[in-house]
């Protein structure tokens, strides 16, 4: 069955440390997408692709930058690690038409210590 | 500034009645709605969705209705189980919007049905 995965699903890091968070997906879908949850803000839009090279700013997006080199996958990287980007990301992607269903992965709890 | 509104942050209702979650927008360009609902430690799955040019979509258990004269949608699940019990996010897209594909999503509202 196609699937979304994230990894890894829990990362404990430093202040100032660089992480990735991968995001892979098998459905062949164009559009992917960055949230992070945060309690009293739901889920907001880190960064989002529509495809092969293609990246765009969210609402939120100081501080992660992502690249798209091939169609299955999205890293999320966090170039210096702030305690604010303490939280849990979620990647999505969705085939190509805004009517679509957005899938979702399970998630990355992420600590900045 | 907030362009889709979940206003109730939790609700409890008793096993077997209607759970209505509500849900307000601004942008008058979002033309497609969905609503998501979330366990804890899994990520968001899709529920059901609705376009503009309709005012009612049901799916089982689940219906949502949309008012878009006055920007607002809610979603009604009878009879509620306890099965429901997750946070609901409403989520919403302009398909019109220069291409735009994104979903703007509320806060959620967290749903606990008692036994």
């Known amino acids: 069955d196609a699937e979304i995965t994230q990894s890894p699903r829990h990362k404990i890091t430093e202040t100032g440390r660089q992480v990735t968070l991968a995001c892979h997906q098998t459905w062949n879908h164009n559009n992917m997408f960055w949230y992070r949850q945060d309690l009293g803000h739901g889920l907001r839009l880190i960064h989002y692709s529509y495809g092969v090279h293609d990246t765009n700013k969210g609402e939120v997006s100081d501080g992660y930058s992502v690249s798209r080199s091939n169609t299955e996958d999205l890293p999320l990287t966090l170039e210096s690690a702030a305690s604010s980007q303490t939280s849990v990301y979620f990647c999505a992607s969705r085939q190509g038409a805004s009517t679509g269903e957005l899938f979702f992965g399970e998630g990355s709890r992420l600590t900045v210590l | 500034d907030q362009q889709v509104k979940q206003n109730s942050p939790s609700l409890s209702v008793q096993e077997g009645r209607i759970s209505i979650l509500n849900c307000d927008y601004t942008?008058?360009?979002?033309?497609?709605f969905l609503w998501y609902k979330k366990y804890p430690a899994e990520g968001p799955t899709f529920l059901i969705s609705i376009s503009s040019i309709k005012d009612k979509n049901e799916d089982g258990r689940f219906t949502v209705f949309l008012n878009k004269s006055a920007k607002h949608l809610s979603l009604h699940i009878v009879p509620s189980q306890p099965g429901d019990s997750a946070v609901y996010f409403c989520?919403?897209?302009?398909?019109?919007?220069?291409?735009?594909?994104?979903?703007?999503f509320g806060k959620g509202t967290k749903l606990t049905v008692n036994p």
């Open positions: 942008n008058s360009m979002f033309d497609y």
């Open positions: 989520a919403a897209s302009g398909s019109t919007q220069g291409g735009s594909e994104k979903l703007v």
